[in-house]
């Protein structure tokens, strides 16, 4: 099913793959100014460039691109467990079922990849290290961006992450997805730092990093980007110097469990906006956090502080409920993004034996009202609250 879904998807990603193997093995490891070719077909159903076209026939050659963002992607002992199968091999089908054609219809999706890719033994919490075949199937899901600046990109030592980031290059020529926030040298560092993608002719840039690592900082190489003010400036003005027409900033950041943003997240944005930043997008706290908007003399900046968990084994106050980010870019007929939209869809992550056999993210909205599909009228009753309690506590609406 999921290949039937993904046909025109995986017949963009062929094309875009093959683009970027070329480039490979005639320049080995891009350089930094190098744009990756990856051209989807743009949107054009939002809402906002209807009414613009409604209200001024002149604006017909408005379009909309869509960006997908979900949160933390983990996995932990018991999802270990419950993915393996009688050959020893592990089977991650019907996490993302109801979420998979969002992610592979918008033209760029990301995922924060809390895990290494380190290899056996796999383990789970505190020290995360997942079969190969996970990241994968995230990419046959739609992600085009794994995010990998995070606290346990370091849990396996610097050979795990010698090891994660040579998996994460082989999914790049074999499905084009792309990684971002650690790397094997300097010159792979400047490659992805910022990451730089084309879309629609219009170039973004993806600058992700960590406030820390739990194993201690390491080597320089291989490494991940940290909130290193100087570096994430220079990334900025790369970002700018390669003519990007939208920055994203990816922090991974804030206070665990906490559902409102600190005041050194607010102090960080502020910075980032003000030195060109377009849009943020925070990750790490495990729950969904507030949003805002940071004004600058440049306009208004979007900021999302946490998306929470995208599925996880996680069952705490807030940690099964997250968000997935839908951003709407609105560009005129001179190509200039005139309009960042948001839109919410909150997601919730449930464990094996209450919903399904095994654990799977769904989307609220479509489960409301359908308590007795629900093998556990618990869960059910337990997300709908949920839905409710952070609706109040964070104001989005979804």
């Not at 062929?14 to 683009?19: C, P, V």
């Not at 992450?161 to 926030?181: D, F, H, P, S």
């Not at 409102?260 to 990750?283: C, F, M, N, R, Y």
Request: aromatic share 8%; net charge negative; glycine share 10%.
């Amino acid at each position: 099913m999921l290949q039937d879904r993904k046909t025109s998807r995986d017949s963009r990603k062929r094309r875009y793959a093959g683009a970027l193997a070329a480039a490979v093995l005639l320049h080995g490891i891009p350089s930094a100014g190098w744009v990756h070719p990856y051209q989807p077909p743009h949107v054009r159903d939002s809402a906002i460039v209807r009414q613009a076209l409604e209200s001024n026939p002149a604006s017909r050659s408005m379009d909309t691109l869509t960006l997908a963002f979900i949160g933390d992607v983990m996995l932990h002992q018991a999802q270990i467990a419950g993915s393996l199968r009688d050959d020893g091999s592990h089977d991650f089908t019907g996490y993302f079922s109801s979420i998979a054609d969002d992610l592979a219809e918008a033209d760029i999706a990301t995922a924060n990849m809390e895990f290494t890719l380190a290899g056996e033994p796999y383990t789970g919490y505190p020290s995360f290290s997942a079969p190969d075949s996970y990241a994968e199937y995230m990419a046959e899901c739609g992600i085009d961006v794994f995010l990998t600046a995070n606290n346990h990109i370091l849990d396996k030592g610097e050979k795990g992450l010698a090891r994660t980031i040579r998996t994460y290059r082989e999914l790049e020529r074999k499905y084009g997805v792309r990684m971002t926030g650690c790397a094997e040298n300097e010159e792979a560092m400047l490659a992805g730092y910022p990451l730089m993608m084309s879309c629609d002719g219009l170039k973004i840039a993806f600058i992700n990093f960590t406030y820390g690592t739990n194993t201690g900082f390491g080597k320089t190489f291989p490494g991940t980007n940290y909130t290193d003010m100087e570096k994430i400036a220079g990334a900025i003005k790369r970002a700018e110097d390669l003519g990007a027409g939208l920055i994203i900033a990816l922090p991974h950041w804030g206070e665990e469990y906490s559902t409102s943003h600190s005041g050194s997240q607010e102090k960080l944005a502020q910075w980032l906006a003000d030195k060109g930043v377009g849009l943020i997008v925070g990750t790490h706290p495990h729950v969904v956090q507030d949003t805002g908007i940071i004004g600058t003399d440049k306009g208004e900046v979007p900021v999302i502080y946490s998306l929470g968990n995208a599925i996880s084994n996680m069952s705490a106050r807030n940690t099964q409920i997250g968000l997935m980010l839908e951003m709407k870019i609105i560009r005129d007929g001179f190509g200039e993004v005139v309009s960042l939209e948001p839109c919410y869809t909150f997601l919730w992550t449930s464990l094996p034996g209450r919903l399904a056999g095994r654990h799977c993210t769904v989307k609220v909205k479509d489960m409301l009202g359908k308590r007795d599909e629900w093998i556990s009228p618990y869960e059910y009753d337990k997300m709908v609250s949920t839905y409710s309690d952070i609706k109040e506590v964070t104001g989005i609406e979804d």
